[in-house]
């Protein structure tokens, strides 16, 4: 055998084994199974609901979902409606008889008598001029040809450590713009 | 005009090998797409209805005494009591500072459903000072019934025949809303 031919044939070989192919079959299965989870556990999250990085929320037993509606997270720093930012607390000096400091609306925040937080009722009034607005625009009529009436349902998820009287001036604000049902959000001990 | 030929390509043995990578470009697209849109927080929720003040007074309903279930919660102790006298004023003493005793509450509140089947408010009146964490805790022992409790029964007015009780007391309303006291108040 030449020199060449030896060449030729090394050659010939060497292109058949770069030929050679991974066996993607295998790939394939794990990747449809992964494919099935995921589009079975998709169909469970059917709402918008977001949260906030760093919030502490408490667990619920409650078995309810929460549907799609406005939303206002507390932390204890400060307000966040529809994943806007539109306050937030100061910090209080330390309660008689107590070591622990706390965050509190700002005073000019606050009217009615300390109970109506201005920056919220200005965000949910407008909110709620929205979806009326749509509403009226919308072809879904109630059975005396009316626009469907608003809701007035608000979603509110806190952090474990805010305290009730910020939790009660949001909802007397929410009252006051017209939101008559809340739904206290809170992560499921099954989930 | 000659045709494409086909991509299905033969081995030495004549057997056909699919091309699978198209197939897996697809996956893996949707793969990312499901994970990226996917929501990892599984939320629930206790809804709560803003107490409306009637108009005019019922008379008639006052003079039946409803039984007008009411929780005080403190910074300390919690107090189950009702405005007309209708159950014995009870004090639940806190396990440690911020931990209602939602274990005696649970029991205290089986004990008022039984004698009041057809009762399902229970109206909080928590303190200022109290957090996200305890009300959570509290409305749980008060709205749910679980697996360990015994089974109640109520009559339907309607067909006339026995049904579980499924809940302990699910409307929960705030009877405080309006006062900007700091002490839990009744309604």
């Known amino acids: 055998m030449s020199i060449r031919r030896s060449i030729r044939l090394r050659k010939g070989r060497r292109r058949k ?11 394939m299965d794990i990747l449809v199974i992964i494919l099935v989870f995921l589009l079975k556990s998709y169909t469970t999250s059917t709402n918008s ?15 309810d979902i929460p549907g799609d509606t406005l939303q ?22 330390a309660e008689a008889g107590t070591t622990e400091a706390h965050y509190r609306f700002k005073e000019a925040d606050l009217d009615e008598e300390g109970l109506r937080v201005v920056p919220l009722f200005d965000a949910l009034t407008k909110a709620r001029e929205k979806a009326e607005l749509l509403r009226a625009k919308s072809q879904a ?29 949001i909802m007397y604000t929410a009252a006051a713009a017209g939101y008559k049902t809340f739904r206290f959000l809170a992560l499921s001990r099954e989930g | 005009m000659l045709s494409r030929p086909s991509l ?94 939602t274990e005696a509450l649970h029991a205290a509140l089986l004990e008022i459903k039984k004698a009041f ?9 928590p303190a200022s000072s109290i957090n996200y964490d305890t009300l959570i805790s509290v409305m749980d022992s008060a709205r749910l019934l679980e697996n360990s409790d015994p089974p109640m029964f109520r009559t339907n007015p309607e067909t006339g025949t026995d049904e579980a009780i499924q809940t302990l007391f699910p409307e929960i309303v705030f009877g405080n809303l309006l006062s900007n006291e700091s002490e839990g108040s009744g309604a």
Not at chain 2, 117 to 125: G, S, T
């Open chain 2, 117 to 125: 089947p057809e009762e399902n408010q229970l109206v909080l009146a």
């Open chain 1, 49 to 63: 609901l977001t949260t906030i990085a760093g919030i502490q929320i408490p667990v619920s037993a409650s078995p």
């Open chain 1, 72 to 93: 206002v997270i507390v932390t204890p720093e400060g307000v966040t409606f529809e994943n806007e930012r539109i306050m937030d607390f100061v910090l209080a000096a």
């Open chain 2, 8 to 101: 299905r390509r033969r081995n030495e043995n004549g057997e056909i090998i699919l091309n699978l990578v198209p197939i897996l470009d697809a996956m893996v697209t949707l793969i990312a797409f499901l994970l990226y849109t996917m929501s990892f927080l599984a939320l629930v929720s206790i809804e709560t209805q803003f107490p409306q003040a009637s108009k005019d007074i019922n008379q008639e309903l006052i003079e039946k005494k409803p039984l007008q279930l009411t929780l005080t919660i403190r910074d300390q102790e919690m107090e189950l009591w009702s405005p007309f006298g209708k159950v014995e004023k009870k004090i639940l003493a806190f396990l440690e500072p911020g931990k209602p005793d």
């Open chain 1, 17 to 27: 084994q770069s030929e050679s192919e991974l066996p993607l079959t295998s790939m």
């Open chain 1, 141 to 169: 009529r109630d059975e005396n040809g009316q626009p469907l009436p608003f809701e007035g349902t608000l979603a509110i998820q806190a952090d474990k450590r805010v305290r009730y009287e910020t939790i009660r001036k």
